[in-house]
Every structure is written in C-alpha cells, then in structure tokens.
C-alpha cells in the first residue's frame, strides 16, 4: 500500500519561499507522476504541478513563475518550493501520486498539512 | 485554466439519488475522457471515487456513477447513505499535460 506524507514548516513569512517534501512508503517513486495539489481553508482544490520520476515538470499556469518540484529517486521523496508567498497562499498543501491524465488519477494522497503565511 | 464549475450544494434523503454536474469546456471536460470525481469529507484527504468518465476504483461502492455530455459531466450517488455526506470535487485533464479541478460541491443527506 503506498503511503505518502507531507513534511515542512506551518508558518511561513509573506515574500518568503514556502518549502515541503513529500515522504513515499510503501512502493518507489520511480515510473509514476507525482503532484502538488493545495486547498485554502474552506475553500476548493488547486493543482499546482506536477514532475515525474525522470524529473520533468509541469506547472499551473497560473503559479508557474513561483513554483518549482523537484524529485530525489534515491531518497523516495519529492519537494516543492513556492516563492515570494502572501497571504492567499495559506493553504492545506496536498501530495498525491498521478496527475488528471494517469491511470488512475490522484490515487494516493498525503493526509495534508496546513501551512498558515503570516507575519 | 479556469477551475471547473460544480453547484455549491446537492441533497437527498437517504434511499433517494442525487446528481451533481461538473461544466468545462471543450478544452478541457469536453475534449477528453479524463474526468475523475474525489470525495472529501471534514479535515480529510479527497479520495479518488471515479475516473475516465465512468471506471470505478476497486472498493469503491457501485452506488457511485458517472457520465458525460459534451462539456458537462456528472456524477450520481444512488441509494444515499449517511456515509455519502461529503464534499464532492470533478477533476479534468485540460490539455498541455495540465489538471484543473472543480469548484466542489457540498451533499447533505437529510
């Protein structure tokens, strides 16, 4: 059963660089998509990007400029850094294996952590 | 890309069905068969329930269906338990290798 689980701080300044890892047990990284996907509080879901085990990327349009995943094969993770953050970037961030198009989609999740932008 | 529209809230009595739409566009729902549809209830993870339109995960109930036309896709909870109480969000490829998700929509069963 594979299991994934989110790691980083909770709090994050406004114009700093948010930074998380996603932890995968339970199966390899290797030969699968891997996303980022967020969810403000009350609010509906957001997918942010996504790379694959060779290390390509693809990203929201709409955060591409301040969003990088990167994905380290011999240690099972993958990260993501989100920069120049503000207040509308607090958010329970979500990892999840897949992406809209893999068969099947989003199958396994992290069970999430909130990270709160605030001075 | 703009997010997936979906109606704020559905309910139903239990026993009774309960549709819920998700519109898009034609470059997005309309243009592929990779609409997938994830429950989600309080402080949880979302939990893939459909995918490709109409595939059923393994464990996943057949009370839970889906369908598509055009640019509009729909999900039916038949035979409403208390259980279905969640948040409901569609989820679709929208080309370029991007994913967009919907708006999501909240089922009470009353």
């Known amino acids: 059963q594979v299991q994934l689980q989110e790691s980083g701080p909770g709090l994050v300044k406004p114009s700093e660089t948010l930074s998380l890892t996603c932890f995968v047990s339970g199966g390899s990284i290797s030969s699968n998509f891997w996303s980022w996907i967020r969810q403000p509080p009350g609010k509906g879901l957001e997918w942010i990007g996504y790379i694959y085990y060779s290390g390509s990327t693809n990203y929201n349009p709409s955060l591409k400029s301040r969003v990088t995943i990167s994905v380290d094969t011999s240690k099972n993770h993958f990260s993501l850094k989100l920069s120049s953050v503000t207040t509308a970037d607090t958010a329970v961030y979500y990892c999840?294996?897949?992406?809209?198009?893999?068969?099947?989609?989003?199958?396994?999740w992290g069970q999430g952590t909130l990270v709160t932008v605030s001075s | 890309q703009s997010a997936l529209t979906q109606p704020p809230s559905a309910s139903g009595s239990p026993g009774q069905s309960v549709t819920i739409s998700c519109t898009g566009t034609s470059s997005d729902v309309g243009g592929y068969n990779y609409v997938s549809w994830y429950q989600q209830h309080p402080g949880k993870a979302p939990k893939l329930i459909i995918f490709e339109v109409t595939k059923r995960p393994s464990g996943v109930p057949d009370r839970f269906s889906g369908s598509k036309s055009g640019n509009t896709a729909s999900l039916t909870v038949s035979g409403l338990q208390a259980e279905d109480e969640a948040d409901y969000y569609c989820s679709s490829y929208a080309g370029s290798n991007n994913s967009v998700f919907g708006t999501g929509t909240k089922v009470t069963v009353l």
């Open positions: 999840a294996r897949g992406t809209a198009m893999s068969y099947p989609p989003f199958d396994y």
